[in-house]
């Protein structure tokens, strides 16, 4: 059973970092994509960065300059580093990531439990 765990979520002003981790477990043959996206209360989800196994970065417009996406292929695990946070960034983080979970297996698209991330102003 392939799962993502995230962590690192929580309360900080404006201005506030925070960094947040996921890593994939369970069993499974290889990680393709790994982002972050997000969900603001009302709002639909929305793609705030991924990572290709290559090491490609994207961003949103709005998070450039002050999120940074990292990986790490060896232990599996996608982190984001968040600065110069601001009250339009509260909502809650999901990980995502493209993995095959088997030998001739198609990629399928898995998802983290959410973290919830708070900016007050």
């Known amino acids: 059973q392939v799962q993502l765990v995230e962590s690192g979520g929580g309360l900080v002003q404006t201005g506030g970092s925070l960094r947040l981790s996921c890593a994939a477990s369970g069993r499974f043959l290889s990680i393709d994509s790994m982002g972050w996206y997000r969900q603001a209360p009302g709002k639909q989800r929305e793609l705030v960065a991924f990572v290709s196994s290559s090491g490609i970065r994207n961003y949103a417009d709005f998070v450039l300059g002050r999120f940074t996406i990292s990986r790490d292929n060896d232990k599996n695990t996608v982190d984001l580093q968040m600065n110069s946070l601001k009250p339009e960034d509260t909502a809650v983080y999901y990980c995502?990531?493209?993995?095959?979970?088997?030998?001739?297996?198609?990629?399928?698209?898995?998802w983290g439990q959410g973290t919830q991330v708070t900016v007050s102003s």
């Open positions: 995502n990531a493209r993995i095959q979970p088997g030998l001739r297996s198609l990629y399928y698209v898995y």
